[in-house]
């Protein structure tokens, strides 16, 4: 049986609005575009990418209609790209020395890569593929061609960025942050207003030791930085030289994991709150609700913890391609963050998953379920459904679970039914790889992760990270 390691082969295969075929029936209400993004490519020539999160951007699209499926995927022709292909090197980009975070560095001495492969949105009318330097790029929704980097309506500096926005249900504005390296360094909230690139700062804290954050949490009234303490020192990177990853962020777990709590009408930093030290990239839903006493607010945050940072140090491509990394396994929990000033605890909901997604229909509301990827690789994974029960923990845990021998599922991204009830009306599309007959599939199933159809790529396209759907 095939394992994981196919999923870190280069691909470099393009097709251009195929059709592919369908087994089983897609529901013909799912009309819209799944895009998705990630590195596809870590080799060319001798030269070899160091760390998984540094191959070359690949996007897919999934084109639906009336039952049926269209397939694109391209590398975007970037600077960043085109260096790869002509040089025959990674140097400049991601050297062995010189990789994912260093690329922030890279920025602030003038040197940015434009190789985003993180995540996807829509901003000011364009699909944007995201990363976490500011060098998002524009991408022509059907041929997904670069057009170049977004142009910001605003003069904001911005160093290391998030590359998971969230998006208010309610207004369409995409929220974020970002670090801002200087003299004084500053974590930065940020809001873009639906239908521009215009980032208006909304809060901003100073801070000695900034950390390395990949997500945030958006209740209606305040966001959330959940902030571990893998942090570095300024100097490392403002001060010329060059260093990786490890030379850059070190582990202080007697720091604890803080979290900074952020009116969003005013900005004003209204709770900060310090835990036992953990490390997470994902945060999945957050929502106000009751505190102990009748009149004061707690905040739910749920998020996927991990131990240490070993999860980001693991997962050299080196490793990964031998098929003997250790996969780092994380917990989903629930935070409860009382404002009034009590202590945060939190509950548990399930163990080993990753990529937590939720319907956009319940973002900053409470809610019931959490979709995700599990990380138990034995000759493959299952997506999962954690239903958080009464939110004590006591009765969450994983409720539906699909999966098949030798497969390996990617992020689940669930599409609500337009005129759905039930929270778990809905769709949930996950990319998977079928490591037997070495190519991907994209899976549809329903909220009870039933399969409804598969529909196989003529490839298989590495793992990668985000993706979202968008309705026509
Ligand atoms: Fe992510």
Aim: glycine content about 10%; aromatic content about 10%; hydrophobic content about 35%.
């Amino acid at each position: 049986m095939g394992g994981y390691e196919a999923g870190f082969r280069d691909l470099t295969e393009e097709h251009r609005d195929r059709d592919l075929p369908v087994e089983g029936s897609i529901p013909d209400w799912l009309d819209g575009a799944l895009y998705r993004n990630g590195p596809a490519r870590w080799s060319v020539g001798d030269a070899e990418a160091d760390h998984w999160f540094d191959g070359l951007a690949h996007l897919t699209r999934f084109e639906f209609d009336d039952g049926g499926v269209r397939y694109t995927n391209r590398f975007p022709r970037t600077s960043a790209y085109r260096a790869a292909m002509e040089e025959e090197s990674f140097a400049g980009q991601f050297s062995s020395t010189d990789g994912y975070l260093a690329r922030v560095k890279s920025m602030l001495a003038g040197e940015s890569t434009d190789n985003a492969n993180v995540h996807v949105a829509r901003l000011g009318g364009d699909l944007v593929a995201l990363t976490e330097t500011p060098n998002w790029l524009r991408i022509d929704p059907e041929s997904l061609e670069n057009r170049g980097t977004i142009t910001y309506g605003d003069d904001l500096t911005a160093h290391h960025v998030t590359a998971h926005l969230r998006r208010d249900p309610e207004t369409g504005d995409h929220w974020g942050y970002f670090t801002r390296f200087g003299r004084t360094t500053e974590y930065v909230l940020f809001r873009i207003p639906e239908g521009t690139t215009r980032r208006e700062q909304v809060a901003s804290v100073a801070v000695d030791r900034p950390a390395y954050m990949h997500s945030f949490a958006l209740t209606a009234e305040y966001a959330v930085l959940v902030e571990p303490p893998l942090t570095t020192h300024p100097a490392r990177f403002l001060l010329p030289g060059s260093g990786g990853f490890i030379d850059n962020y070190d582990w202080h777990p007697d720091r604890g994991t803080r979290f900074l709590v952020f009116r969003r009408d005013s900005g004003e930093l209204v709770r900060e709150a310090t835990v036992p030290a953990f490390f997470t990239f994902h945060t999945a839903n957050a929502f106000e609700t009751a505190g102990e006493n009748d009149d004061a607010t707690a905040l739910v945050v749920d998020l996927v913890a991990y131990d240490d940072d070993s999860a980001v140090t693991d997962l050299s491509i080196a490793a990964l391609r031998g098929g003997d990394a250790g996969f780092p396994s994380g917990e989903l929990r629930r935070y409860r963050l009382p404002l009034d000033g009590g202590d945060p605890a939190y509950d548990h909901l399930a163990d080993d998953v990753e990529m937590p997604r939720f319907s956009p229909e319940v973002h900053t509301r409470e809610y019931e379920h959490v979709f995700a990827q599990s990380t138990e690789m034995e000759g493959g994974n299952a997506l999962v459904r954690v239903d958080a029960g009464d939110g004590t923990g006591d009765d969450a845990g994983v409720a539906e679970r699909w999966e098949e021998a030798g497969v390996y599922s990617g992020e689940p991204i669930f599409v609500p039914h337009p005129d759905g009830t039930e929270e778990a009306d809905g769709v949930v599309l996950s990319l998977c790889l079928d490591a037997d007959a070495e190519r991907s599939f994209l899976l549809v199933c329903d909220g009870e992760l039933t399969e409804l159809a598969r529909a196989p790529l003529p490839h298989v396209v590495p793992f990668g990270f985000h993706g979202e759907y968008f309705r026509s």
